[in-house]
């Protein structure tokens, strides 16, 4: 089992910036790839961005060149830095962990983690 706990969301003003992050705890050897995932008002969840273990990580074009994710293996933490914040961005924001343990695949995921960006 994986356990995934957010932390740093908030408010911003457009323009601003926030770090989020996300610390896993229990099999955490298992994790192949972590993630953020925001679900915005009357929207579906979407992908914002990913980092497998031993790969370069992705962005959601919406994104790119203002978000940063980052991962640091010893402290079984990953990190999403956001900058120049827009109103669209505001979401709840989840950790995502994809998970590997022989011909098992699964997801865990955080509780979530609100980001508020004011005009």
């Known amino acids: 089992q994986v356990h995934l706990v957010e932390s740093g969301g908030g408010l911003a003003e457009a323009g601003g910036s926030l770090t989020l992050s996300c610390v896993a705890s229990?099999?955490?050897?298992?994790?192949?790839?972590m993630g953020w995932y925001r679900q915005g008002p009357g929207k579906e969840r979407e992908l914002v961005a990913f980092?497998?273990?031993?790969?370069?990580?992705k962005y959601a074009d919406s994104v790119k060149g203002r978000f940063t994710i980052s991962r640091d293996i010893t402290k079984n933490t990953v990190y999403l830095q956001m900058g120049n914040l827009k109103p669209e961005d505001t979401a709840v924001y989840y950790c995502?962990?994809?998970?590997?343990?022989?011909?098992?695949?699964?997801?865990?995921w955080g509780q979530g983690t609100q980001v508020t960006v004011s005009s």
């Open positions: 229990g099999s955490v050897q298992n994790i192949a790839i």
């Open positions: 995502n962990a994809h998970i590997t343990v022989l011909d098992d695949e699964h997801d865990a």
């Open positions: 980092i497998p273990r031993f790969a370069s990580p």
